[in-house]
């Protein structure tokens, strides 16, 4: 159950187009089932189209991926995938947007609203069922859509920059929040940030993706006992060597791009 | 004692609920003055008035300035007929009786109001026909790429034709009567709504419809869930914005071959030379035009509220 397996996956943007664009290449990776793990890497550095080609919204240009040891070759009920920006429907309430995926599926009505309360009590926002989107903070808009993204019973939470867009402070609640979801239930969560802080103190492992193309640079597990904490030598030490690796790559990338843009105006 | 308390209340906001409820009297229910605040939030009611108070000022220069023109005759009341004059023409039943006007077959004491929803229910037909045929055709023409490419280079050539020119047309297929109006103002706005919604659905949130598809909708549903709702607020929008159009054009096909409505009483006022007939259509005209885009604007706040005016 929510085990990954990735093999030799490669992502060309635009292919056979002059504005062809290596985004990822060769990344093989296995996520065990029941694993945190997170990635991290230089701004374009493909983190996002991985997680894309992850969820099914998008097929590698070459290479497979396997969900439980099935091919995957578009979005499945045992994948869900939670994006940065606010993605909750304007015109449904929380409990509506909630059981949005029941209602796909067929599930009557009374059903799919008794389910839903279920998870929007999971993620403590059962007094705002009937509340719209507008009328709920940044947070709360996350953690109900993380609630959508457990009502269809996914294996693998899949989590694309989701606390990006918050203040300092709901940000730390999130993620707690996501760690008291996590533990115990089993599942996988493979969760993309540029945020070297938030992916040692979440994460089992953390892998590290080159600047463009994406490789796979290196995995790392974090040994440390949870709940950890952000000021200790431990901490200190994972941060030191994220920094350093991840420094390289991003001045690899700022060239690069400088690169690219002395050249586009030589072009032109 | 009373007058501070009340000067102490306009101050404050009247969006606050708070303020409501601080009020003593409020609070305890005594007496029959308590429960009218109570009932009506005082903060409310001197808002509203206010409001009303400054449109009946506005109305109220242009009324006295053209009054005292007729009255120190500087203008002919016969060809400028002040208000008053033509106020009064609401009275006079029997000029609407008159078969030019179409309201013949009805009984005597609400000619004017007859003739008023003659003209709203050919806008609010032609706009509702319009509306589901729009949406149809441009969920098809997005839905089916090959019947947008079929269709929309058509229908952006026809969207420009003003309603006006589509009158003759229209009487001619349709001959005088309702089908005829109704026609002009579904063409007014059918051509204009259907490439919005086609536009408008391709602009939709790629993160709305990638919400949808992990969640395991088909493209069918993704239409059907996320990019139809999505696109609603904005289509009433194009409708709010087209309904002067649409407005027009039924008056204008009133006035030249319908012969019944609103259009038909401006038309006959001017053949007969009683220009109070005239100008009370057209004040008509201007009310009833104006309460349809306060109620489209209502509807956009109460029902399609998940995109504030302020986004569109």
């Not at chain 1, 200790?232 to 791009?257: C, I, M, N, W």
């Not at chain 2, 549903?221 to 914005?241: E, G, S």
């Not at chain 2, 007969?272 to 109620?295: E, K, Q, R, W």
């Amino acid at each position: 159950m929510g085990e990954i397996i990735c093999t030799d996956i490669t992502k060309v943007w635009g292919a056979g187009t002059p504005r062809e664009v290596l985004a990822l290449e060769r990344v093989s990776l296995t996520v065990g089932h029941g694993e945190f793990l997170a990635v991290i890497g230089p701004s374009g550095c493909g983190k996002s189209t991985f997680l894309m080609m992850l969820a099914g919204l998008e097929m590698p240009t070459s290479g497979t991926i396997t969900s439980n040891g099935e091919a995957v070759n578009g979005p499945g009920a045992d994948r869900s995938l939670i994006f940065q920006q606010p993605s909750l429907y304007p015109w449904l309430s929380a409990l509506d947007n909630v059981a949005f995926g029941l209602k796909l599926q067929g599930v009557a009505r009374k059903e799919r609203r008794q389910r839903a309360e279920q998870f929007l009590r999971q993620v403590g926002l059962r007094e705002f069922a009937h509340k719209h989107p507008h009328e709920l903070s940044g947070g709360m808009q996350q953690r109900a859509a993380i609630a959508r993204a457990l009502c269809l019973g996914a294996d693998v939470l899949l989590m694309d920059e989701p606390f990006a867009a918050l203040d300092v402070q709901t940000r730390f609640q999130m993620q707690s929040f996501l760690l008291d979801i996590w533990q115990g239930s089993g599942k996988t969560v493979v969760f993309v940030t540029h945020h070297i802080d938030e992916a040692v103190y979440l994460a089992d492992r953390v892998i590290i993706l080159t600047a463009r193309p994406g490789r796979l640079l290196d995995s790392v597990s974090i040994a440390m006992p949870r709940p950890r904490h952000v000021i200790s030598a431990d901490f200190e030490r994972y941060r030191g060597l994220f920094v350093e690796r991840l420094r390289a790559e991003v001045t690899k990338a700022f060239q690069e791009q400088e690169l690219a843009e002395m050249l586009d105006t030589r072009i032109k | 004692m009373r007058g501070r308390q009340i000067g102490s209340w306009i101050g404050r906001r009247e969006d606050d609920p708070k303020s409501v409820e601080e009020m003593p009297e409020a609070e305890e229910g005594l007496g029959y003055r308590g429960w009218i605040k109570r009932l009506i939030p005082l903060g409310l009611l001197i808002g509203v008035v206010v409001g009303v108070g400054w449109w009946v000022l506005s109305l109220g220069i242009v009324v006295a300035i053209w009054e005292l023109a007729v009255a120190l005759q500087f203008v002919n009341p016969v060809i400028l007929p002040p208000p008053h004059l033509f106020i009064a023409e609401i009275r006079n039943q029997a000029q609407f009786l008159m078969p030019q006007v179409g309201a013949t077959a009805v009984s005597g004491n609400f000619i004017v109001l007859t003739v008023i929803w003659m003209s709203l229910q050919r806008v609010l037909l032609g706009l509702a026909l319009a509306f589901v045929s729009a949406v149809t055709l441009g969920s098809l023409a997005f839905y089916f790429e090959i019947f947008g490419k079929l269709t929309l280079p058509t229908i952006t050539l026809l969207a420009p034709i003003a309603s006006v020119a589509w009158i003759p047309l229209a009487i001619v297929a349709f001959g005088v009567g309702d089908r005829a109006a109704i026609f002009v103002v579904f063409i007014s706005v059918v051509f204009t709504l259907t490439l919005g919604t086609v536009n408008n659905m391709h602009n939709v949130d790629q993160v709305y419809i990638n919400t949808a598809r992990v969640l395991g909708a088909s493209r069918r549903q993704v239409i059907q869930h996320v990019i139809f709702p999505a696109v609603l607020p904005q289509l009433f929008v194009i409708m709010r914005i087209n309904l002067f159009g649409a407005w027009m054009g039924v008056l204008a096909a009133e006035m030249v071959g319908v012969r019944s409505g609103l259009g038909a009483i401006v038309v006959v006022g001017r053949q007969m030379m009683n220009m109070n007939l005239t100008f009370l259509g057209m004040a008509l005209i201007g009310l009833v035009g104006y309460l349809l885009d306060a109620s489209f604007g209502l509807v956009q706040r109460r029902v399609l509220w998940w995109k504030s005016t302020a986004q569109l």
